[in-house]
């Protein structure tokens, strides 16, 4: 399998988490020491720490998506500009945030990342350049 094809399964197998909770495939997807660097702040956490807080995250936003704008698999990095979906539990309105996140791959597993987000609400076309 080719560099790039083994970056777009990652990615595959990566999104059958979120979107589906197929949590028994964390440790093929994240290193034993995975670098976060988000909202929460920067922290390290293991496949089996991040596979609780995306079945937490999961079960707090119902019909959890990520819409894939653009991707870009480049030697060790992926770059995806995503909207993260999901229906409000209280009042059952959709609800959006658009976000930018960049992975470094290392030994075929995600090994650290970056995200940003814009506000709940907001949408890529908000932002013109």
Not at 65 to 90: E, P
Request: with cysteine.
């Amino acid at each position: 399998m080719s560099k790039e094809a083994a970056l777009r399964d990652l990615m595959d197998r990566w999104l059958r988490v979120w979107h589906h909770g197929e949590y028994d495939l964390v440790p093929g997807c994240v290193a034993p020491e995975y670098i976060r660097h988000d909202a929460v702040g920067d922290r390290v956490v293991t496949p089996e720490s991040y596979a609780a807080e995306i079945a937490t995250t999961r079960k707090a936003l119902p019909d959890l998506r990520f819409i894939v704008h653009d991707q870009t698999l480049q030697g060790d990095r992926i770059w995806i500009r995503t909207t993260l979906r999901w229906t409000d539990k209280n009042s059952g309105e959709l609800r959006t945030i658009p976000s930018l996140q960049v992975y470094r791959i290392e030994d075929g597993k995600f090994a650290e990342t970056w995200l940003i987000s814009k506000d709940v609400g907001a949408v890529w076309s908000d932002f013109k350049a």
